[in-house]
């Protein structure tokens, strides 16, 4: 369990600082954690669309929002 979301974000910043990833190793490491989720069993999802109403409303309010 998370108890500090801000010292978490800070820790994930400062990694993504001090260790970049080349498109190759990025593109790697989203293949490797897809043939996890297939071994485990969640991935593919059996319905692709199941929850896209949400999505698509968090959108619409997203979209609406002034940029800064």
């Known amino acids: 369990m998370i108890k500090n979301a801000k010292l978490l974000e800070e820790f994930e910043k400062e990694c993504i600082i001090k260790h970049p990833l080349s498109y190759d190793e990025a593109l790697a490491l989203l293949d490797g954690m897809w043939e996890l989720g297939i071994?485990?069993?969640?991935?593919?999802?059996?319905?692709?669309?199941?929850?896209?109403?949400?999505?698509?409303?968090?959108?619409?309010?997203?979209?609406?929002?002034k940029k800064k």
């Not at 071994?39 to 309010?61: Q, T």
Request: hydrophobic share 45%.
């Open 39 to 65: 071994s485990l069993g969640v991935l593919p999802p059996e319905d692709p669309l199941e929850g896209i109403d949400v999505d698509i409303k968090v959108a619409r309010i997203l979209n609406c929002l």
